[in-house]
């Protein structure tokens, strides 16, 4: 006559089935996390430049200068190498949280001057990025309280 219980009633199976369930637990957890929160910082112009992926930017204004005036709540631009006269787009990128980005539209009042109004709630470091409808973008980084920030293109591409 068996006297044993039968094997879902004993110790030893689920302690050697454990590991392999939480395994497969944590690597279902980290796939929802990776597909939930998807990196979007990341700018889609990007081209392959040997091993290096770069920015693929095209030619165009060679610098910028910023100013903000939270008394008047205004941003000044003053554009290097810049004729055209259109609207330019200015991003005050939240590093960490995409919905607090922010984007100002410049208005030209010159050649190579620009305003618009200052966004609210700005009271962190922002990366800013200033695109032209020609296709040139320049970076930097902007500090509550900084009277001028200077803006650079990311990649050269001259010669």
């Known amino acids: 006559m068996n006297t044993h219980a039968p094997w879902y009633r004993q110790f030893w199976p689920w302690f050697l089935m454990l590991p392999p369930a939480v395994a497969l637990t944590g690597g279902l957890a980290t796939l929802w996390l990776a597909v939930e929160h998807a990196d979007s910082v990341v ?29 008047t709540g205004r941003v000044h631009l003053r554009v290097e190498n810049e004729t055209a006269s259109m609207p330019l787009t200015l ?15 410049l208005q030209p009042m010159g050649p190579g001057e620009y305003e618009a109004r ?14 032209s409808a020609a296709g040139w973008v320049l970076e930097g980084r902007w500090t509550p309280g900084s009277a001028r920030t200077r803006l650079f293109p990311l ?5």
């Open 155 to 159: 990649v050269s591409r001259a010669g």
């Open 43 to 71: 700018p889609d112009r990007l081209s392959r430049v040997g091993v290096a992926v770069q920015p693929d930017y095209a030619a165009g204004a060679t610098a910028a200068d910023l100013s903000t005036d939270p008394a």
């Open 91 to 105: 991003r005050w990128l939240h590093p960490t949280l995409p919905e607090r980005d922010r984007i100002s539209v």
């Open 118 to 131: 200052l966004p609210d709630d700005l009271n962190e470091a922002r990366a800013l990025r200033l695109e």
